[in-house]
């Protein structure tokens, strides 16, 4: 087992930026053309649906930047611990380890 955590800094933030950058698509998008003369009932239960499906790209979108928080921040947890680890590691035990008399 590795006493080491490799985190690939660049390779976290590339997919990080990636996953960014897919989120921007997903924004509440008018309707056009839309039609506000005509009174049939499909017309509205359509406009409607539009609206709904348009609230639940944008809630995906944002739970896509939340994502991208978690990624990078996970990143650097483990950075962190990774270094925390080590110190540890450089500056030994901090009680005596017994060990048998055999």
């Not at 509440?28 to 539009?50: F, H, M």
Request: charged content about 20%.
């Amino acid at each position: 087992m590795s006493d080491m955590i490799y985190i690939n800094d660049e390779a976290v933030e590339n997919d990080a930026a990636g996953i960014s950058g897919a989120a921007s698509y997903f924004m509440i998008d008018a309707l056009v053309p839309s039609d506000e003369r005509t009174t049939i009932t499909a017309n509205a239960a359509g406009q409607e649906a539009y609206a709904n499906s348009q609230q639940v790209i944008s809630i995906l979108g944002e739970n896509l930047e939340r994502e991208v928080s978690n990624i990078r921040s996970i990143g650097a947890s483990f950075t962190q611990y990774d270094v925390m680890m080590a110190d540890l590691l450089r500056n030994g035990m901090r009680y005596p380890v017994l060990t048998s008399g055999e």
